[in-house]
């Protein structure tokens, strides 16, 4: 026969292998979005207002694993060492997974 001290050991300890899967869950879902840092504004980037991004006002910025030279290359469209405010807001950066 069913014993009621058995049956409510069974819910227990299947309730909390269900809480700690949550929990898991919810703390790698916390982790990756805090992993994506806000994307900065142009002019926060265009240190001296001249309307372009050099290499050494981007290197001021804080960006993902300090991969400046990297991700500076990659919104510099048409490589001539300065970002436009147009090569910047057409950038679409790669998705992190």
């Given amino acids: 026969m069913f014993s009621v001290k058995s ?3 069974k ?4 309730s909390v292998a269900l809480a700690l899967t949550f ?3 919810a ?3 916390g982790n990756r979005d805090m992993q994506r840092p806000e994307r900065p504004s142009f002019s926060s980037l265009d240190l001296d207002g001249d309307g372009v991004v050099t290499f050494a006002e981007f290197e001021q910025s ?4 300090d991969e400046h030279a990297t991700i500076f290359g ?3 469209a048409d490589g001539d060492g300065e970002i436009t405010e147009e090569e910047f ?3 679409k950066p ?4």
Avoid at 62 to 65: I, Q, S, W
């Fill in 89 to 91: 807001t057409s950038h």
């Fill in 62 to 65: 804080e960006v993902p694993n």
């Fill in 11 to 14: 819910l227990f300890i299947a």
């Fill in 27 to 29: 703390q790698e879902r």
């Fill in 74 to 76: 990659h919104i510099d």
């Fill in 94 to 97: 790669p998705r992190r997974n």
């Fill in 7 to 9: 049956t409510f050991s």
């Fill in 23 to 25: 929990s898991a869950t």
